[in-house]
């Protein structure tokens, strides 16, 4: 019998991110980290999960990426491979198949990752979808013209709020299919098409959700605010949401409902919706991962009490859950929030102020700053980042409320003046 612990090959996730490296090491899992190619790590600085690195170059390289993956296998077996980073989803699908590792297959990874099927699929299952044309061309913009304005762009492969831009009127259609178009052949470095939906009112939420074996745990369900464009800059997360038990149903509904329509089967999902009307939940996009890059397990952890990253890694070795399974719905015993701090601005950056106080405030666990003074925002519909995150725990949604109400006035990015010469 096999008593070594499990290993898991994490792809693309920052060290400086440490959410599910905590739960990683409380779970028992060892991690073998692909790091991002742009980031440099040091073996001395490596979290105490992480048994080795593996260097990959999935974009420039994917077959040598799937083939180091096989002779790494084969020489030093692992268990299983997930990932955070939404664009490589479909890469670590194929990869699972390769091995014959748990994962959620390829075609629940495309449905999941390209907007276009994702809408297809959500619609022919009678979900609440939006009215949408699928663009393989910036020159067939004119086909999205019958759809009543305002109307969305988005990337089919996009993640956060890259190229996604509102439309108010159908003369500007063509110069915004155009403008995201190449936004996103310049990031991406590579475009497949377009979504063009019509614009969805009312406010915004996230679901974190664990899927075992097809049975859907919704873990938490969190309030995103009201971004009404045009370029849905993202401001805050807090949960649990404040939400009638009639439409908290009807999301919980919905987003099961989702999980079967595109086949996801098994690990962690994070889920983004709008309530029109403040009832009726339209799926904005479901994401099979653990969202924010970890911050999904931060808001699951201190409103539960439980461990969602550590259950999703062992899905992925292929080991039952231990905190949620079975459909059951976990209670609430407090309250978790992320202030996205936003760029407010585009130009190189000459100071982030009130950061630094945050870190002797009680409520406060994670202040993780992205971007630092020298560098460049470029203007939306690109995206850069966000400066910041600020984490922290509450008794209840509404003291995080309140708290992000302070936060809104005492940080801010100020940029360098044009013509300074910096």
């Known amino acids: 019998m096999n008593t070594s612990p499990p290993t898991v090959v994490l792809v693309y996730q920052r060290t400086t991110l440490p959410w599910v490296f905590d739960s990683a090491e409380r779970a028992g899992i060892r991690l073998i980290l692909v790091p991002r190619p742009d980031e440099d790590v040091a073996p001395d600085r490596l979290p105490p999960a992480v048994s080795g690195v593996l260097r990959l170059d999935v974009d420039g390289d994917r077959a040598g990426a799937l083939a180091a993956l096989r002779r790494r296998y084969e020489s030093t077996p692992f268990q299983g491979i997930c990932t955070l980073y939404d664009p490589l989803v479909p890469f670590v699908a194929e990869a699972a198949e390769l091995l014959g590792l748990p994962g959620i297959g390829r075609d629940a ?3 999941a990752q390209d907007k276009r099927v994702m809408r297809e699929r959500l619609a022919a299952a009678g979900l609440h979808v939006p009215r949408f044309v699928r663009l393989e061309d910036p020159g067939g913009w004119e086909e999205a013209a019958h759809l009543d304005f305002p109307v969305v762009v988005k990337p089919a492969h996009g993640f956060s709020s890259l190229g996604v831009a509102k439309v108010d009127r159908p003369e500007r259609l063509k110069a915004a299919v155009e403008e995201v178009w190449q936004i996103c052949r310049e990031k991406l470095g590579r475009i497949e098409g377009l979504v063009v939906e019509e614009y969805l009112d009312g406010p915004e939420f996230a679901v974190e959700s664990l899927v075992h074996r097809g049975e859907v745990t919704v873990c938490t369900i969190g309030y995103k605010g009201e971004p009404e464009g045009p370029y849905f800059e993202e401001s805050v997360y807090r949960a649990p949401a404040v939400l009638p038990a009639a439409v908290e149903d009807a999301v919980r509904r919905e987003v099961t409902a989702a999980h079967t329509a595109l086949g996801i089967t098994d690990g962690p999902t994070h889920t983004e919706l709008r309530l029109r009307g403040g009832e009726r939940p339209y799926l904005l996009e479901l994401g099979a991962r653990i969202g924010g890059s970890g ?13 969602f990253a550590a259950d999703a890694l062992r899905i992925a070795a292929g080991l039952p859950p231990l905190s949620f399974g079975g459909g059951r719905i976990p209670a609430a015993t407090g309250a978790a929030a992320n202030y996205i701090v936003p760029c407010g601005g585009s130009g190189r950056i000459a100071v982030v102020h009130g950061l630094a106080e945050l870190h002797d405030d009680p409520r406060v666990d994670h202040v993780v700053q992205m971007l630092f003074p020298g560098d460049v925002v470029r203007p939306y519909p690109d995206f850069t980042g966000y400066p910041a995150f600020v984490l922290s725990r ?6 995080a409320e309140t708290f992000h109400r302070t936060l809104e006035t005492a940080i801010g990015v100020e940029y360098t003046p044009e013509g300074s010469g910096r």
Do not use: F, N, P
């Open 109 to 111: 990874a495309l449905g």
């Open 394 to 399: 509450h008794t209840t949604t509404a003291e």
């Open 295 to 307: 911050v999904s397990q931060y808001i699951v952890q201190h409103v539960t009490g439980r461990d």
